[in-house]
């Protein structure tokens, strides 16, 4: 017997919207695509219920370039606990600094207050059960590698390809943008789910299918749900926010087709 697989992109501190989806599809196999963290005000809760699902055995939970910056500063600082060079600590405050930069300060203004010396557990802990890419085939099963059997491909960013910008196939499916393709699929692979590059409407590029709307700001979170054998069932979950900011997302691609459904609190489209 199959299960249902249900992707969930960039959630960016959106605990209401992840709620929302469970409540929708409570029996659901989850996978969170990243970015959970940083940008939308409750960071913390959002991976306090994602782990809880993770160790329910409900979800597989994939790095986002954002816990990719995240994990750089506190990397170096534990090595630097053993070590006590002075240039491995160096290199933590350069990779905090690199974090915060880019959205890391939402959390630390969340805690009122972030050091590497202080880590938080919980986001700590979050970081030691990522996974870069992952293949679902129809029965519903996780993959690590390309399995025998037709399966659909899922990464935060791209596949992970060799590009000129990144020596490791896995760091560029955490960063590459559409733009950069065209991303070859392994055989066997239909094709490719992603979040990172935020869209208007859920969209595909040749054989890749982007989900993230801007959750955090514009209050709607596309689920997809698997389909080996076509393309997959996106449920726009429509909540709190300003919808009308994801109008100057990029657009390409092809749309595909979604079900719109509106949650309480959400402003009339």
Known sequence: MSRQVLVIPDL????????????????????GLGDAIDRGPRSLATVDKLLELHQAGRA????GNHERMMQEGLKWYRLYEGTHNLGDYRKAMEGYQWWMRAGGETVRAELGGLTLEKFPPLLEAYLKVLRRVIYVTADGQIHGEVPPHPSVLIAHAAPPVKHPQHENPLSAALWLRPYEGPFALPPGVTYSLHGHTPVPTPCRLSRHLYLDLGAYETGRLAVAEVNVHGLPQVTVLCGRGEPHRGRRYAQFGEPIPVTPVDLPGAPRR
Not at 12 to 31: C, I, N, S, T
Not at 60 to 63: A, C, P, Q, V, Y
């Open 60 to 63: 597989t939970l994939l790095m």
């Open 12 to 31: 960016h501190g959106r605990p209401d919207l992840l709620r929302a989806a469970l409540e929708r599809f409570p029996d659901a196999h989850y996978v």
